[in-house]
């Protein structure tokens, strides 16, 4: 029997985290402190930004713009998750799973960029000090930012305008926590062989690209920091870009384990342990790997906490 005679599948079923009955209530708990500490840890760094004078060079408007990020892409993915953990599953329709996909997505690719826009500020600010703030002006800023937020959403409509298209009439159960775009393809009984090819094509360069651009600045900025006589100077100067280098590092690692490491004999749990890295774990380091590294962070909290006083 072809599609054609197939009732079209207009919802799909999450079927989250089984067999946890009796830990439900613990892990809804868990999850809840933790989307509720990024929310405050990221919105407490953007709002620092804001406020601060001592906060004002370009490194700061890039974390500010990251951490929005952050939050954007924890709110796409954990209310769902917490919803569907204590329901034991949540039907979401073929619109909203198409929508927290493109969020999610876009979302994603928008911290790509924008971790590569921070490191090259960081390649400017130690290996030609003396024309970072000329060339990283706000005009610069600006574009930089726009222009990661930007590609990122179109590169993923062009996706998810093909995913609308697609026919789903065979089972629509999804064993994950969200809707993610590699289980979507593999519930459709169309043709999805040329949205993956475009996937491939458009995904791998922007992954590796903004990783290989990554790479290789921080040769620059090795090279520049060895370079520097004293123990103090060197030192000073990597302690400006180790709080990024944690995050770039952090946040590719898990993405490597989840979407290019061949995935194959890894049970559907393992894959949601890797989401849960991904989507939860990474955006609650965030803030605090700057926070705990940085010192102007530090004395901006602590003038805060003098004002509330």
Request: with cysteine; net charge positive.
């Amino acid at each position: 029997m072809g599609w054609e005679n197939k009732t079209p599948v207009t919802e799909f079923l999450l079927l989250g985290f089984q067999n946890v009955h009796n830990l439900k209530i613990p892990l809804f708990i868990f999850f809840l402190v933790i989307y509720l500490s990024i929310l405050s840890g990221n919105l407490l760094i953007t709002a620092l930004v804001l406020v601060s004078q001592n906060l004002k060079s370009p490194m700061y408007f890039f974390l500010a713009n990251l951490s929005s990020t952050d939050v954007v892409l924890t709110s796409v993915v954990i209310p769902t998750m917490l919803s569907v953990l204590m329901k034991n599953g949540e039907v979401i329709t073929f619109p909203g799973c198409i929508t927290q996909l493109y969020l999610f997505c876009s979302s994603a690719g928008t911290e790509f960029y924008l971790l590569t826009t921070m490191s090259y500020d960081r390649y400017l600010a130690i290996c030609n000090p003396l024309h970072y703030l000329p060339i990283m002006d706000l005009r610069l800023r600006v574009i930089l930012v726009i222009s990661s937020w930007v590609l990122s959403f179109l590169l993923n409509m062009i996706t998810v305008i093909q995913m609308c298209q697609l026919r789903f009439c065979g089972p629509n159960a999804m064993n994950h926590f969200l809707c993610d775009p590699i289980l979507v393809l593999q519930l459709s009984c169309s043709d999805t062989s040329a949205i993956e090819l475009q996937n491939l094509f458009l995904g791998l360069p922007a992954t590796l690209f903004p990783l290989g651009f990554i790479f290789v600045t921080y040769i620059y900025i090795l090279i520049t920091i060895l370079k520097i006589s004293t123990s103090a100077g060197r030192q000073k100067a990597f302690s400006t870009c180790s709080s990024h280098l944690t995050v770039v590092c952090t946040y590719y690692l898990t993405i490597i384990s989840l979407y290019v490491i061949p995935s194959k004999g890894l049970s559907a749990d393992v894959k949601k342990v890797q989401s849960i890295l991904y989507t939860v774990v990474t955006p609650l380091l965030n803030p605090i790997v700057y926070s705990l590294r940085n010192n102007e962070i530090q004395v901006a909290i602590q003038r805060l906490n003098k004002v509330k006083k």
